[in-house]
């Protein structure tokens, strides 16, 4: 087990780290113990990425970072550390300089868009009676409703933030497509990927909680990217 990197999973918008669940079971079952999920606040995509790379620098020894969801941005703005040895995107935002994932979104709007409601306080959720459809269609109900209720809702300004440096243009990569996304559309998850010359893209029929719904096939590609 010596021979395997740190895997350091980022979650996305209206989750936390717990949405690894699955996943982080999956990898230890598979020999990985060296595991971390940030907890990133959602505030600002400068704020996540420094917190994200704040547990990156504590990691001695090779760290493959896995980003779901805007998690991916985060991982494109801060996977630049020198012990970053590949980037594994599921079902994730990957801009390029000067992008942010609102725009992308805005390129080919998701089926969900409309079930996005800010609050008073700048803060952007998903409508907790149609979170399962928008964000897990394949979860069972009561997993869907528990992450509907648990939710960690975004400062909505956070969509606008602005990539700088983006790390998979020096970075291998490995990208997993959701084909039934409905909070990225799934053609923006494949231009995206095509972009970046990945090392593999993988296609699965799932929803945009995939991390979730298939972590076995998941955990096949970030197992790809750290045997790489």
Avoid at 15 to 37: F, M, P
Avoid at 90 to 104: C, L, N, T, V, Y
């Amino acid at each position: 087990m010596a021979d395997k990197p740190t895997i350091v999973l980022v979650h996305g918008f209206w989750g936390g780290a717990a949405h690894w669940n699955k996943a982080i079971l999956e990898l230890k079952s598979r020999g990985y113990d060296k595991l971390h999920a940030v907890e990133n606040p959602l505030t600002s995509l400068a704020e996540d990425a420094e917190r994200t790379r704040k547990m990156v620098k504590q990691v001695d020894g090779p760290v493959v970072l896995v980003g779901h969801s805007y998690g991916g941005a985060v991982i494109t703005e801060a996977g630049d550390l020198p012990n970053v040895t590949g980037l594994v995107y599921i079902a994730a935002f990957a801009p390029d300089a000067g992008e942010s994932p609102g725009q992308i979104s805005q390129e080919h709007p998701p089926a969900a868009f409309e079930n996005l409601v800010p609050d008073s306080d700048g803060y952007l959720w998903v409508k907790q009676d149609k979170y399962h459809w928008s964000f897990g269609a394949d979860l069972n109900e009561d997993e869907a409703y528990t992450m509907a209720v648990t939710q960690k809702a975004p400062l909505a300004s956070t969509f606008g933030d602005n990539i700088t440096a983006p790390a998979w243009r020096n970075k291998p990569v490995w990208y997993q497509v959701s084909t039934e996304d409905r909070m990225i559309h799934p053609d923006n998850e494949r231009r995206m990927a095509a972009r970046m010359n990945p090392r593999k893209v993988i296609e699965l029929d799932a929803s945009h909680a995939s991390l979730a719904s298939q972590p076995k096939a998941v955990v096949d590609l970030i197992d790809e990217a750290a045997s790489a």
